[in-house]
């Protein structure tokens, strides 16, 4: 497997932090991409401020770095003027679900076909570590020094509820079901999204090796119905056919 055949040499080294987990994310998306057979000419890869809007710049693809929060808007901008286009969006937990959560909702709503790949290292790590929508409750932060008191979403449910065609969430841990479900939801034909949970060893203080053995050990693979799904559960936890945004709106021009 050559990676180097994805990535802008002039922008390497990354400039992620030592440990920083976004890179085992950014190796799985491209064998995802070499697994799924999709035709690079015609890949387009979105993304938005962050840490994970770095994802951009590195990947020797069709790319676009948006605003803060803005990159589903700007995604679906580019899918409904060229619907062939294959289009993946990259957003950490604070761009999708806070400045971004209200165009993540509606993206879900209308089943547009995006593959949306949220990578959820629980707070703000590019801005100093502050509590994010995801952190969990009694974290501490950089805002939360006495432990975060607000109820964390569950990006799982909220996808589902909110009308997505294809949700999973796999962790940096499980690389190989990762892979598998990136790949598979780049060829689900409607809104995918899958969750994938990080850490940050510079903003949570702790080792790579020990966010990799907390991943391992408390995320476990599950298939439990809507109501029964835990936030430590992982898998595709939801995936059916429903008509596209694109093709309706296509439908009634041509």
């Known amino acids: 497997m050559k990676y180097a055949e994805y990535l802008r040499q002039d922008a390497l080294p990354t400039l992620w932090c030592p440990g920083c987990l976004n890179g085992v994310v950014l190796a799985s998306f491209i ?8 035709d690079r000419e015609r890949t387009v890869v979105v993304s938005g401020i962050g840490c994970s809007g770095r994802m951009s710049q590195y990947l020797d693809l ?42 993540f909702i509606h993206a879900c709503r209308r089943n547009i076909d995006l593959t949306a790949i949220v990578i959820n290292n629980r707070l703000y790590g590019m801005t100093g570590g502050q509590a994010a929508p995801t952190t969990p409750e009694g974290e501490i932060t950089r805002t939360s020094p006495y432990g975060n008191v607000e109820r964390p979403f569950d990006l799982v449910k909220l996808a589902i509820s909110a009308g997505a065609t294809y949700v999973a ?3 940096a841990y499980h690389v190989r079901w990762l892979e598998k479900s990136i ?21 949570q203080k702790k080792k790579p090796a020990d966010i990799l053995e907390f991943l391992k050990s408390n995320f476990k693979r599950s298939d439990a119905s809507f109501e029964e799904i835990r936030p430590s559960d992982i898998g595709v936890f939801k995936k059916e056919i429903r008509p596209e945004f694109c093709e309706k709106v296509w439908g009634l021009i041509l």
């Open 169 to 171: 969430r796999f962790t």
């Open 31 to 38: 064998r995802a991409m070499r697994k799924s057979k999709i």
């Open 183 to 203: 790949a598979d939801a780049i060829m689900h034909k409607g809104f995918s999204v899958i969750e994938v949970v990080t850490g940050c060893p510079t903003h």
């Open 62 to 103: 069709f790319t676009v770095h948006t605003t803060h929060g803005r990159a589903l808007a700007f995604a679906t901008g580019i899918k409904l003027a060229n619907p062939s286009l294959n289009v993946i969006v990259f957003m950490g937990d604070g761009d999708a679900l806070a400045i971004g959560g209200n165009h």
